[in-house]
């Protein structure tokens, strides 16, 4: 748990402290959160994966290990979380542009308060003082079309990440747990079957991180539509 909470804070952290909202930005941040915590409790029957490989060789455990070789020669764990660093640079990528927009809104505004300021004292007035206080700001998608474009493009990235990751776990992670299965290699001649223990567990951890992926695919493609609908249709 510790390291859940340990990669939810800065998650949560950056969706509060923001001063700066669009449409359905909570939602992104909360698939983040959701999809922390099934990836952490996913990879919990994948962390002792090489004590769950077992063959039927009793001579030596190097034929084990070059099974266990050919038969893993593509990675689990670390392909997971660089699919989920992915993830988050494609909602950060929405952030950045949202960043910039508040930056370009407060020179806007400390300019207009300097007008304002300098034509006061032209007329002989005293210019009032101003609060200064950290406003929120709302992106219109209404009335800027680059802001509508630069979000759909973070949104059609995050359904790529998330079809790719589908991907990877349908056909390379979800196939090594078919067993037992018959294992020969060039430094072991004889035949040799082998199992990976506890193979439901790591199953059923494929499938839930394909469910949220699914999800996530699901929800990002009608809220594109509904974005391309909604804003771009009506200009």
Known sequence: ?????????????????????????SLWFGFLCIRLVILFLAELPWFKLDADFSCNSTKDDICTRACFNEHFHKPVMVAWNFFYVLLIL??????????????????KSAQMRVDVELEALGK????????????????????????????LLSIILRIVVEVWFVFVLLTWNLPTLKGPFKCRTEMCSELHICLVR????????IYALASISSMVIVCSSLFCMYAIAHYLCKY
Do not use: N, W
Not at 1 to 25: E, H, N, Q
Not at 90 to 107: C, N
Not at 132 to 151: C, N, P, Q
């Open 198 to 205: 506890a193979a439901p567990e790591k199953r059923m951890s």
């Open 124 to 151: 002989g007035e005293t210019p009032a003082g101003s609060a200064d206080t950290k406003a929120e700001m709302v992106i219109d998608l209404h009335r800027d079309r680059s802001a509508v474009g630069f979000y």
């Open 1 to 25: 748990m510790a390291a859940i909470v340990t990669g939810l804070i800065p998650i949560l952290r950056t969706a509060v402290d923001s001063t700066t909202t669009y449409k359905c930005r």
């Open 90 to 107: 494609s909602v950060l990528l929405m952030e950045l542009f949202a960043s910039h927009l508040r930056s370009l809104a407060q020179k």
